[in-house]
């Protein structure tokens, strides 16, 4: 049980005190009427004793009382009527609720913190209000009257008159047999004479003669002067003086007139014309005035209306009680009580005790006391008891008021009154006795339950609490008597006690015992109490306190205590919150928001409703439904009550904030026909973090190229899409008059539809001018603004049960400032259904439509979005700390250029390698004229727009014949295999040295696209090299001609999908040509074998490749001529076939006072057809030269791979002598594929390129897959430092000096003649290299390899056996040597050994002729 201001100790004496009935004439009434109080309201505040006091029992032994108090009240002729004893405690509860702002006891237990209200004020009013309202019954007579007050006033005419007649009234009430009402404890009450003395307006000298005649007439033991009313009423008093009333009569000022509708007022004379139906003290004034002036009034004034006791009932918060009294006439109160009870009252009592015991006694027989006789009656052999299902239902049976039985259960109630517990107890027992054995079972439960009482109270506790005695006096009112007010308060009493025992289990089990259906208050209070005993018990019982609470919830609602119940469920409600009983919770939810809702607590309603709704419910759709209707019509009330009021914020649906998505700029158009609009980005486009990245990359990079290489400090990369992964810390920049879209991602967690109408977004604008002062106070938009900002509102967005839906909400900025979305704004409401669910029936004002909405509350939902955690200072590691997200909040600049891009007959599928002609369409869609355009890739060999010639260029009539992509001319009479030779430069194409590549100006006229207008630009695409599918990335940068300050360009992006298919393979060697001179006479030639393959499969369609064409393109080096050609015709291969070509190379010639080497490339085309392409214009030249720049990109990056230390060591001479052997040569093969689709011939074109770099080493059209290496063995030993060898390799080494033997194949010598036979051998000696070489030639070297051992003899160089000599750059150098041969036969003359050095180096390398072919001579005798 909860705690309780009085102790149990206290408790129990307070609630049986000595009954006193009293009595007052008119008059008396009147003078205590002036302090708006009744005679017995008066000495309310006094009726405790301030002393001990001291009396003898029967064994002449001294008892003493403590804190004795006395109960005095007027007498009322008629038993209360249970309805208005219902109605009275109904009110005592409901009127005292918790105190505001009462700090509650924060109880731990286990995983729980509750807060719980230690005490329970409403509890403890309903305890005290019930033990007085108790009626008197005759089989206990504790509430029996035991004396009489008859009062009268010194005013009055005759007062011994009076006080004559008011004994005779007292005599008649008690002993004609017309009153049954009230009961007396004795037939010889005691008489007690008060004579009333009004200081004020009263003769003093009067009172005191009538006094002394009363004392003379009466004794001076019984009666008294009592004076009061020491000051006038109305004269302000320079004293404050206390109201010791208050606290007794404000718990039941709460009464008003329905009261005691239930039964009549009827009253006992003129003389009691304050009493009260219910017997009771306290009583507030206008509760007295409605039971009226009595019916016999001698003025004949009518009783008051109700309407007058509600008028007095405002009033009664001004009434100031005992205006009239001062300190003193209070003491003098104080003063009355304690005589009457020292010298009235308890002497009665002691006498009367005395005189019962003397009766027992000698009923008995017995010559000793009682309290001898009761140890023979304890110690003698005990009969055993039956149980109370064995006796007879015998409650009915009544003594007469003379019974012996009687007068011991008087003796009994006496002794307890006085606290003589001791006696009390030893009578209730023999009583107790003897009503069983008569079977008198309500007289046996009144002894049983008194017993039990007095044997707990007794002093130094001679024996246990005899809880059983308890347990059948309830059973026994309970279930024999039917009289469930005196179970109740045995439960009441025994329960304290047990609390006081710390044994709360037994005492939550007494309380629980007696719930029942009769009376929902008291089952309430007394579930509410078990509750409190499960909490403070020692192991706290957290789960049955939440339980017994619930129930307690539940029968105070029954009861109509609405605010009691709410409080309840709130209490349980923390055990339950939180723990996953989803179903309970929901329960306890739904009944706060109810009550809630029906004590006008309407936020609270709201906020009960909001959790049903909020949290993962487990409930039916249909119950779930109820709740949602519930909660919309609950939250339509609080709405109406404030519609001026901000908007309320609502539960549902659930808004994931963080995955909100914002997108500036308009919705991409879809493609049209032929024409294709660039994918740029939009909201249905996934978030790659991979691609995120290319962009940006892509856009510094054309930044950096726009700004002449270096990139701004206040470049921001351009972000028209920000999510969750976006770099949301700067306010971002929006563009006047294009479209920001919020996408909101909502979650309906419910398993009804949700319907929002009217949807929007909420946002905050704060407009300014072109300086950026703000101009204008902040808008909102409440009621809207659109000359400021747009808002697109969605009328109906229906979410389906448990779905995720997005819907995507467009604002329309018309002036630049700052926007700040706030949220979204809608009406919430759902679909109608039809009937209820588990007793929860539609509520008024839902009204059903077609999709109609049953009910919808307009409110809002704030977006909210949490920033990134900061990781980067140490304070940031070691705390929690966000940083912005500014996605919401952009800042709205001035017009800008809009550019669209649409891609006209762009492919999806091209061979590797293929030509394909589309056209791009440039579309400027704003206001603004857009400037300096701009296209990046990191592919960018896959497209170009065309050289710097090609514009110039017309296109060839047989070009529009055949729809060809190059530039061709028709040769006349071609001379066969034989080059056609042009130049062009790189700088034509836009990759001079010192641009880079990736960034491409579109060539606009003027460079200016103006608003509106559109231009459409020729774009050649090639197939990458490699077979698959590829995503190539375009950005097109632009700018605005007039620059502005926040955003200094725009970008578009475009993603194009290609699926190449596999078309030729294409390989090529040079080797240095073994005959020295060319045409003109110089050294240098060289082969070049071109190994083309058709790798296609047949799935494409391909029927066969035509080589139609072979070029070379190089700073050095051109095609001269076909070696292997056999026919003027194209050469062709079908599937997996495989072609060999072979071409001799020259150098080219060195055109003096024209562009520097540098930046000039010669192009040599060999013709297999009629028609030549010209592989210098465009297209082929661009796609030459972008895989070029490609291939260098790829070294450059190899080398930058490289560590230093072999850097510097490839410097100087190894560097000249590597220099020999590049050749740095291109081959462009153009080709035409033949294709069959859908029974038509298409001729496909296209191009492959391979870079020959060194001699000997083969090149490819496309990268190689390498195999992967073999696993090696894992060492573990650290390698030594190994120097990087100097030396250049042995094939570097053989290109530095070129040699060649000159001499006739075969030589006739007449051997019979001569036997020697000289022949003349040219030795031809070429410098390959730049620098200055000294060459030594040996002669004395004799050959060891098994090649020259197969050949038959020897032979003899004459002469000098050792030349040595210097060769200028690139020179030539012939030496005549002479052979002699002794015999016919085969001989090889590459013996010679030639070493060279640089002339500036000191080592000598030896330049190995091994590879080259044997010099074979044939001797033939003549």
């Not at 004020?121 to 108790?134: A, H, V």
């Not at 599928?909 to 440039?922: P, Q, S, W």
């Not at 073999?1270 to 030594?1280: D, V």
């Not at 690139?1370 to 002699?1380: D, I, P, V």
Request: aromatic share 8%; proline share 5%; glycine share 6%.
């Amino acid at each position: 049980m909860a705690q309780c201001v009085q102790s149990v100790q206290e408790l129990i004496p307070d609630s049986f005190v000595p009954c006193v009935a009293a009595l007052c004439s008119d008059e008396a009434e009147r003078l205590t009427r002036l302090n708006h109080l009744s005679f017995s309201e008066l000495l309310k505040p006094f009726s405790r004793l301030t002393s001990e006091v001291h009396m003898r029992d029967p064994n002449n032994q001294l008892h003493i009382i403590k804190n004795l108090k006395i109960a005095v009240s007027n007498i009322v002729t008629q038993p209360p009527q249970p309805g208005a004893i219902g109605k009275l405690l109904n009110d005592v509860v409901s009127g005292s609720q918790p105190a505001e702002g009462l700090v509650a006891n924060v109880i731990t237990a286990g995983d729980y913190d509750l807060n719980i209200s230690a005490t329970t004020p409403w509890f403890e009013s309903y305890r005290e209000t019930f033990l007085q309202s108790m009626p008197a019954s005759d089989h206990e007579f504790l509430n029996h009257y035991l004396a009489c007050m008859l009062v009268a006033s010194s005013g009055e005419a005759e007062p011994m008159e009076q006080f004559s007649k008011l004994s005779q009234e007292q005599h008649r009430i008690q002993h004609n047999n017309d009153y049954s009402y009230p009961k007396w404890f004795i037939p010889n009450t005691l008489k007690y004479y008060v004579l009333l003395h009004d200081v004020t307006s009263g003769d003093e000298q009067r009172a005191e003669s009538i006094y002394e005649e009363m004392k003379q007439k009466y004794g001076t033991q019984g009666c008294y002067l009592l004076k009061i009313n020491s000051r006038a009423p109305n004269r302000a008093s320079d004293e404050q003086i206390p109201d010791p009333w208050s606290q007794y009569l404000q718990k039941n000022s709460i009464q008003n007139q329905e009261s005691y509708e239930d039964g009549p007022c009827t009253m006992t004379s003129s003389k009691n014309s304050d009493s009260n139906l219910l017997s009771l003290d306290g009583l507030d004034n206008e509760v007295k005035d409605q039971c009226g002036d009595p019916p016999n009034n001698t003025d004949g004034s009518e009783s008051k209306s109700a309407s007058s006791v509600h008028e007095t009932k405002k009033a009664s918060t001004a009434v100031i009680r005992g205006a009239c009294l001062t300190l003193t006439d209070h003491d003098r109160i104080r003063q009355f009580i304690q005589e009457f009870t020292f010298r009235g009252l308890l002497p009665h009592i002691e006498k009367t005790i005395r005189q019962l015991n003397d009766q027992l006694i000698s009923r008995k027989g017995l010559s000793r006391s009682l309290f001898s006789a009761t140890k023979k009656w304890f110690s003698g052999s005990k009969v055993p008891e039956k149980s109370i299902n064995e006796l007879k239902n015998t409650s009915g049976l009544l003594y007469p008021p003379e019974a012996p039985e009687l007068q011991i259960r008087k003796m009994a109630d006496l002794c307890f009154l006085v606290q003589h517990y001791d006696l009390a107890y030893s009578c209730y027992h023999t009583a107790k006795k003897d009503f069983l054995n008569d079977q008198a079972m309500l007289y046996a439960a009144g002894a049983l339950e008194m017993a039990a009482v007095s044997a707990f109270l007794q002093p130094g506790a001679p024996r246990p609490y005899p809880a059983h005695y308890m347990d059948t006096a309830i059973q026994t009112y309970r279930d024999i008597c039917k009289n469930m007010v005196l179970a109740e308060r045995c439960v009441l009493l025994s329960a304290e006690i047990l609390k006081s025992q710390s044994k709360y289990s037994e005492a939550a089990a007494l309380l629980i015992r007696l719930t029942s259906e009769d009376s929902d208050l008291r089952s309430a209070l007394l579930l509410e109490q078990a509750a409190h005993c499960f909490i403070n018990m020692k192991s706290p019982m957290v789960r049955k306190y939440a339980f017994h609470m619930i129930l307690a919830g539940h029968r105070f609602s029954k009861a109509g205590q609405k605010k009691h119940a709410l409080r309840c469920y709130c209490q349980a409600m923390q055990v339950y919150k939180g723990k996953g009983w989803s179903l309970a919770e929901d329960h306890i939810n739904f009944t706060i928001g109810r009550q809630s809702y029906t004590l006008r607590q309407l936020d609270n309603a709201v906020s009960a409703f909001r959790h049903i709704l909020i949290n993962e419910s487990k409930q039916s759709a249909a119950q779930q439904g109820a709740f949602l209707r519930e909660y919309l019509y609950v939250y339509k009330n609080v709405n109406q009550l404030s519609p001026d009021g901000p908007l309320p914020q609502l539960p549902l649906p659930y808004i994931n904030s963080s995955a909100t998505r914002v997108f500036f700029g308009h919705d991409r158009r879809p493609a049209d026909g032929e024409k294709q609009a660039a994918t740029h980005i939009s909201l249905d486009q996934e978030y790659d973090s991979e691609s995120s990245q290319q962009w940006r990359e892509l856009e510094e990079h054309v930044v950096a190229v726009a700004n002449k290489g270096v990139i701004p400090s206040s470049f921001y990369p351009t972000q028209y899409c920000l999510n969750s992964y976006s770099d949301n810390s700067r306010f971002p920049l929006a563009v006047v008059e294009e479209p920001i879209t919020v996408e909101v991602a909502f979650r309906n967690p419910l398993k009804v539809p949700l319907l929002l109408s009217d949807l929007s977004l909420l946002w905050k604008f704060q407009p300014k001018d072109a300086s950026g002062k703000d101009i204008e106070k902040v808008k909102e938009r409440v009621t809207g603004e659109p000359e400021m900002i747009g808002t697109e509102v969605i009328s109906e967005f229906l979410i389906n049960s448990e779905e995720s839906k997005v819907a995507r909400l467009k604002l329309f900025p018309h002036h630049i400032g700052e926007l700040h979305i706030l949220g979204v704004v809608y009406n919430l409401g759902t679909i109608q259904g039809s009937g209820t669910v588990d007793g929860i029936g539609a509520l008024p004002g839902c009204h059903t439509g077609k999709h109609s909405l049953s009910m919808s509350v307009r409110g809002r939902q704030d977006l909210e979005i949490q920033g990134p955690r900061l990781n980067n200072t140490k304070e940031e590691k070691t705390s929690v700390k966000y940083g912005p997200d500014r996605r919401l909040d952009p800042i709205v600049t001035e017009e800008m250029p809009l550019l669209e891009v649409f891609f006209i007959h762009f492919p999806t599928g091209l061979l590797c390698g293929e030509i394909r002609k589309a056209y791009v369409e440039f579309v400027n869609v704003s206001k603004c004229p857009l400037t300096g355009l701009k296209v990046v890739s990191k592919r960018p060999e896959f497209f170009t727009f065309g050289g710097n010639t090609a514009a110039l260029t017309p296109l060839s009539p047989s070009t529009s014949e055949n729809c060809s992509a190059y530039k061709t001319v028709v040769t006349a009479s071609p001379s066969l295999g034989t080059a056609l030779v042009s130049t062009a430069s790189s700088m034509d194409f836009g990759t001079g040295t010192g641009q880079q590549l990736e960034a491409i100006p579109v060539p606009l006229p003027d460079s200016v696209l103006l608003p509106g207008a559109s231009i459409q630009l020729p774009m050649w695409l090639r197939g990458p090299d490699e077979e698959g599918v590829h995503e190539i990335n375009f950005l097109f940068y632009y700018e605005s001609v007039k620059k502005q300050p926040k955003k200094r360009h725009r970008i578009l992006r475009h993603t194009a999908v290609i699926c190449t298919s596999r078309s030729l393979n294409v390989r090529a060697t040079v080797c240095r040509s073994n005959s020295l001179e060319d045409e003109e006479g110089r050294g240098g030639n060289m082969l070049v074998f071109v190994d083309v393959e058709n790798t296609n499969t047949s799935e494409a369609g391909v029927k066969e490749f035509h080589m139609v064409q072979v070029s070379s393109s190089s700073k050095h080096w051109q095609l001269h001529k076909s070696v292997n050609i056999s026919e003027n015709k194209d050469a062709k291969l079908a599937s997996r076939e495989k072609g060999k070509f072979c071409f001799k190379a020259v150098r080219c010639k060195q055109k003096e006072g024209g562009i520097q080497s540098s930046e000039k490339y010669t192009f040599a085309d060999i013709i297999f057809g009629n028609e030549q392409i010209i592989s210098s214009a465009s297209p082929c030249a661009d796609f030459f030269y972008r895989s070029l720049s490609s291939e260098l990109k790829k070294t450059q990056d190899q080398l930058s791979a490289y560590p230093e230390k072999h850097r510097e060591a490839t410097e100087g001479a190894v560097r000249l002598v590597e220099k020999c052997s590049e050749v740095d040569l291109s081959i462009v093969i153009l080709w035409k594929a033949y294709v069959v689709e859908d029974n038509k011939q298409l001729i496909l074109e296209g191009q492959h390129h391979v870079v020959v770099r060194t001699v000997g080493k083969e090149a490819f059209s496309h990268s190689q897959k390498e195999e992967p290496p073999e696993m090696e063995l894992l060492k573990f030993f650290r390698p030594e430092n190994t120097t990087v060898s100097t030396r250049p390799s042995v094939e570097q080494l053989s290109n530095l000096i070129k040699t060649s033997l000159h001499y006739p194949e075969s030589f006739h010598h007449p051997f019979h003649q001569k036997s020697l036979c000289l022949v003349p051998v040219t030795l031809l000696l070429s410098n390959c290299s730049k620098a200055d070489v000294d060459v030594i030639v040996d002669l004395r070297h004799k050959t060891t390899s098994p090649e020259a051992l197969e050949t038959h003899g020897s032979f003899t160089w004459l002469g000098q056996t050792q030349y040595k000599l210097q060769l200028k750059s690139q020179e030539m150098h012939s030496l005549q040597l002479k052979a002699c041969f002794v015999h016919t036969g085969v001989y090889n003359l590459g013996t010679p050994r030639v070493f060279a050095k640089l002339s500036d180096h000191v080592t000598v390398f030896e330049t190995s002729q091994q590879n080259s072919m044997p010099a074979l001579i044939i001797i033939n005798n003549a």
